[in-house]
T-cell receptor
Framework: GQQLNQSPQSMFIQEGEDVSMNCTSSSIFNTWLWYKQDPGEGPVLLIALYKAGELTSNGRLTAQFGITRKDSFLNISASIPSDVGIYFCAGNYGGATNKLIFGTGTLLAVQP | KAGVTQTPRYLIKTRGQQVTLSCSPISGHRSVSWYQQTPGQGLQFLFE???????NKGNFPGRFSGRQFSNSRSEMNVSTLELGDSALYLC??????????????FGPGTRLTVL
């Protein structure tokens, strides 16, 4: 099945450090989304990006929709232990569908 | 406001059996999408339903089917289960397809184990 290239695959950091992850696609998307998934739960939306070049923040999280519409990145500043989880990017082609193509995921571990 | 509800949360079946999973969307949401999550393939789109009609289908064999009822609740069925069908099956609800991609919410999933 189709998956977006997401990197890094995993990160092990100290509390207080900043984190950056990105996602690339061979296709153009109309919307980029970033989700966080905790064990045994469904993905929870963190940030939605609707326009190329858009930079959006949600608390300590900042994400950008790449100019080429084929990439996006997510930054987390001053990480805390509850940031632990798996982060996924997802793209939507637009039109009359909410179908998402997901990235491969980034596992984030934060040591207090 | 209650979130997306999926039942059952856990299920164990044996090869060859069939299984039905249920999803109740958020009140007022009329679109339901299903995803399969496995360690090897990640999150893969299965189907999307709106107004009791399948609007989009992912690249899965015909053993995977679904339907949506008039109250927007959705079920998916997997027949002749294979070991590789072991996965977390996630349901997402939204108002309607094509609007509010960022306003679709996922349920907690049904963990299916095939022995």
């Amino acid at each position: 099945g189709q998956q977006l290239n997401q990197s890094p695959q995993s990160m092990f950091i100290q509390e207080g450090e900043d984190v950056s992850m990105n996602c690339t696609s061979s296709s153009i998307f109309n919307t980029w989304l970033w989700y966080k998934q905790d064990p045994g739960e469904g993905p929870v939306l963190l940030i939605a990006l609707y326009k190329a070049g858009e930079l959006t923040s949600n608390g300590r999280l900042t994400a950008q929709f790449g100019i080429t519409r084929k990439d996006s990145f997510l930054n987390i500043s001053a990480s805390i232990p509850s940031d632990v989880g798996i982060y996924f990017c997802a793209g939507n082609y637009g039109g009359a569908t909410n179908k998402l193509i997901f990235g491969t995921g980034t596992l984030l571990a934060v040591q207090p | 406001k209650a979130g997306v509800t999926q039942t059952p949360r856990y299920l164990i079946k044996t090869r060859g059996q069939q299984v039905t999973l249920s999803c109740s969307p958020i009140s007022g949401h009329r679109s339901v999408s299903w995803y399969q999550q496995t360690p090897g393939q990640g999150l893969q789109f299965l189907f999307e339903y709106f107004s009791e009609t399948q609007r989009n289908k992912g690249n899965f064999p015909g053993r995977f089917s679904g339907r949506q009822f008039s109250n927007s609740r959705s079920e998916m069925n997997v027949s002749t289960l294979e070991l590789g069908d072991s996965a977390l099956y996630l349901c997402a609800s939204s108002f309607q397809p094509g609007q509010g991609v960022g306003e679709q919410f996922f349920g907690p999933g049904t963990r299916l184990t095939v022995l």
